[in-house]
């Protein structure tokens, strides 16, 4: 074995060894609300405490690189940090200073900047602030502090020769790569802690290094280390330094810049809580992230908690644009509204993988108008019951014990989910249970004709729900509303502008009905009742529902209604399709069970090089083939195949025959 071979396999092993995690011990422990939350360092639930055991909660997470438009899977990942955030801060209290950056240099910055014509910073400008409206559109809260990697340039070079200097990083052909066998022979460090398994995957270290400087490799040392520093080619964007002109290798960035913000803070080695970001950046990214700042700084982990969201998948599939199912954030929010985003990824672990598609959001759908609907009916609950100086009876009994039970069960429920790893569905579980619980008190003082509705225990449902709602981001912080979800409008416009569009389709409906009752036509009469509530009051906010013997108004947000009903009507007409092309296959099938097996061999059709050929070419006396188009004989699987068809046409062509004769 030769001494690279050797030096190799020893760095493999050491990668491949267990990860060892220092659990935080602080010197006092004055804050802890017993969360347990997934370590992607230790692949495990773990208890969760802050460095200083107190409430302050130090984050970074690896914000976008900048080169197009932010895509679902951007959405996957920072709007479920944001929810995971909400939950740390408004549920159980805890002070979090989020650190997010902006890769605003790359290789797919360059590579895209000089395709269109246009300077880096243009591009990455352009694209950065799409990022920051759309994250606004999705109702995700801004960081606290933000970085951009062309902010840091002279803190990087720094950084980077200090590695030099303790013999963990070198200098090759005007380029600086990080000795990955020196620091993991190092004491007190570890290399690859989050995939020790993916150590030699030459893919993914070939993708970490970037398009631009494949060419370079032969200046490693080893196959394993990685670029902290790139030398510049000609038509490059460059930055001066002590090895000469050049750019930041990508996993450098995150590390100077966290390492930065926190030591500012006064975090000694600029050390962090949490650091999060996409589970396709585990390796190589985040484990060289590590790896950097620990070499940098000496300490022995640089991470507390490193958490991961999970894989987003369209209808089963990786989005790509050349599978025609990518879509950017943009397109989502022209079909689906962000709360109903929201509820999507809310009904899936934020670390679990997740399929985005009709089905999915159509669930979300139904979430969102399960919730909708709880508040009305409690809203109208509260409203017929009066306040607390009406004549209205108080006294509790079984009925209100009863929801009173539930409301107290589902707050149990929902801080047991938040504490098991920020468990979103559990607590989407448990506030629809007593929604049902609602549902049943609400409908037995329906049908009672002495029992009425008690107020307060109403109440205290639909406040806690709401409360949760807010922590989830699914009700705005600013909302203005006590209890449920807001709808747009305004209360001090004049009374005329607001009253107009109303009394414009109350005219037109009330002529419409007259006109059809003079020609007594009582289906025209009804015909314009639906229309009325289905095409009019809609984009006026205002949904109307017929109950047994009466009608509800509710308010809502315009558009939302009028989603709703294109929603709707987008997917009847879907069904409608779909029955369509059912019975078209049908009748495809029926016609196709005519032909005899014999005839329907020699009938099949394959695709050779985009033009339709006959799949067999000769045949045996019992009708089978026993040759290919191409006069190539038939293997003994592709025989066994060949039967397969013959029997499922035989099969078929036999009912048609029976049908026949049945209808004789």
């Given at each position: 074995m030769s001494d690279n071979s050797k030096d190799e396999s020893k760095a493999e092993v050491s990668c491949k060894m267990a990860t060892t995690w220092i659990r935080p011990n602080p010197t006092s422990m004055n804050y802890n609300v017993g969360l347990n939350m997934?370590?992607?360092?230790?692949?495990?639930?773990?208890?969760?405490?802050?460095?200083?055991?107190?409430?302050?909660?130090?984050?970074?997470?690896?914000?976008?690189?900048?080169?197009?438009?932010?895509?679902?899977?951007?959405?996957?990942?920072?709007?479920?940090?944001?929810?995971?955030?909400?939950?740390?801060?408004?549920?159980?209290?805890?002070?979090?200073?989020?650190?997010?950056?902006?890769?605003?240099?790359d290789d797919k910055i360059i590579d895209r900047a000089n395709t269109r014509g246009i300077s880096i910073t243009e591009l990455s400008r352009k694209y950065e602030q799409e990022f920051h409206e759309d994250m606004e559109q999705l109702n995700v809260l801004p960081p606290d502090v933000l970085t951009?990697?062309?902010?840091?340039?002279?803190?990087?070079?720094?950084?980077?020769?200090?590695?030099?200097?303790?013999?963990?990083?070198?200098?090759?052909?005007?380029?600086v790569y990080f000795a990955v066998e020196e620091f993991s022979s190092a004491a007190n460090h570890q290399y690859c802690k989050l995939c020790p398994e993916q150590v030699n995957n030459a893919e993914l270290l070939a993708e970490g290094e970037g398009k631009l400087t494949q060419e370079f490799t032969s200046d490693k040392r080893s196959p394993r280390d990685f670029a902290l520093w790139k030398k510049s080619k000609s038509g490059e964007p460059s930055w001066s330094s002590p090895w000469g002109e050049g750019r930041p290798g990508w996993h450098i960035e995150c590390s100077v810049m966290a390492s930065d913000v926190f030591t500012q803070m006064g975090i000694p080695d600029g050390r962090m809580d949490i650091h999060s970001g996409g589970v396709d950046l585990k390796f190589p990214h985040h484990d060289n992230e590590m790896a950097q700042a620990e070499a940098h700084s000496g300490?022995?982990?640089?991470?507390?908690?490193?958490?991961?969201?999970?894989?987003?998948?369209?209808?089963?599939?990786?989005?790509?644009?050349?599978?025609?199912?990518?879509?950017?954030?943009?397109?989502?929010?022209?079909?689906?509204?962000?709360?109903?985003?929201?509820?999507?990824?809310?009904?899936?672990?934020?670390?679990?993988?997740?399929?985005?598609?009709?089905?999915?959001?159509?669930?979300?759908?139904?979430?969102?108008?399960?919730?909708?609907?709880?508040?009305?009916?409690?809203?109208?609950?509260?409203?017929?019951a009066?306040?607390?100086?009406?004549?209205?009876?108080q006294r509790w009994g079984d009925e209100e014990f009863a929801l009173d039970a539930a409301t107290t069960a589902c707050m149990k429920m929902v801080d047991k989910a938040f504490r098991d790893d920020f468990d979103t569905p559990g607590v989407l579980t448990a506030l629809s249970d007593l929604i049902k619980d609602m549902n049943k008190y609400l409908e037995a003082v329906e049908i009672s004709d002495t029992h009425k509705v008690i107020a307060l225990v109403v109440r205290r449902a639909g406040l806690?729900?709401?409360?949760?709602?807010?922590?989830?981001?699914?009700?705005?912080?600013?909302?203005?509303?006590?209890?449920?979800?807001?709808?747009?409008?305004?209360?001090?416009?004049?009374?005329?502008?607001?009253?107009?569009?109303?009394?414009?389709?109350?005219?037109?409906?009330?002529?419409?009905?007259?006109?059809a009752a003079r020609a007594k036509d009582m289906k025209g009469v009804l015909t314009a009742c639906d229309e009325f509530r289905d095409d009019d009051l809609p984009p006026l906010g205002i949904r109307l529902e017929d109950k047994t013997g009466t009608s509800v108004w509710k308010l809502e947000?315009?558009?939302?209604?009028?989603?709703?009903?294109?929603?709707?009507?987008?997917?009847?007409?879907?069904?409608?399709?779909?029955?369509?092309?059912?019975?078209?296959?049908?009748?495809?099938?029926?016609?196709?069970?005519?032909i005899s097996p014999i005839e329907y061999m020699t009938q099949i059709l394959i695709d050779v090089e985009n033009i339709k050929v006959k799949k067999y070419s000769k045949f045996g006396e019992d009708g089978m083939p026993t040759h290919f188009h191409?006069?190539?004989?038939?293997?003994?699987?592709?025989?066994?195949?060949?039967?397969?068809?013959?029997?499922?046409?035989?099969?078929?062509?036999?009912?048609?025959?029976?049908?026949?004769?049945?209808?004789?």
């Open positions: 997934m370590n992607s360092l230790t692949r495990e639930k773990e208890p969760f405490v802050t460095m200083d055991g107190d409430r302050h909660v130090r984050w970074y997470m690896c914000g976008p690189t900048v080169y197009d438009a932010s895509h679902m899977g951007h959405a996957r990942t920072y709007l479920g940090f944001d929810i995971i955030r909400r939950i740390l801060t408004n549920y159980f209290g805890y002070n979090v200073t989020l650190c997010m950056n902006i890769t605003d240099i951009r990697v062309t902010e840091y340039m002279d803190d990087i070079v720094t950084y980077i020769n200090d590695i030099i200097v303790k013999g963990l990083a070198y200098e090759s052909n005007g380029s300490c022995a982990q640089w991470v507390n908690y490193f958490v991961h969201s999970g894989h987003l998948h369209i209808q089963g599939l990786k989005m790509s644009k050349s599978l025609k199912n990518f879509i950017t954030i943009r397109q989502a929010l022209e079909i689906n509204t962000a709360r109903q985003i929201r509820f999507c990824f809310l009904k899936h672990q934020y670390n679990a993988p997740m399929d985005y598609g009709d089905n999915t959001l159509r669930g979300a759908m139904d979430t969102e108008k399960k919730f909708v609907e709880f508040f009305h009916n409690v809203k109208a609950a509260l409203r017929n009066g306040g607390l100086v009406s004549d209205q009876a806690f729900v709401t409360k949760i709602l807010k922590v989830l981001g699914l009700i705005p912080d600013n909302s203005g509303v006590e209890m449920g979800f807001p709808f747009d409008g305004t209360d001090d416009v004049n009374r005329e502008e607001a009253l107009a569009p109303i009394l414009d389709v109350l005219m037109s409906f009330r002529s419409t009905v007259r006109d947000d315009a558009a939302k209604l009028v989603l709703e009903r294109e929603q709707a009507i987008a997917q009847k007409l879907q069904k409608e399709e779909e029955k369509r092309k059912a019975v078209e296959i049908a009748k495809l099938k029926e016609e196709a069970a005519k191409d006069g190539e004989e038939l293997k003994k699987n592709q025989l066994k195949t060949a039967k397969k068809e013959f029997s499922a046409q035989k099969k078929a062509n036999d009912k048609y025959m029976k049908k026949l004769e049945q209808q004789k």
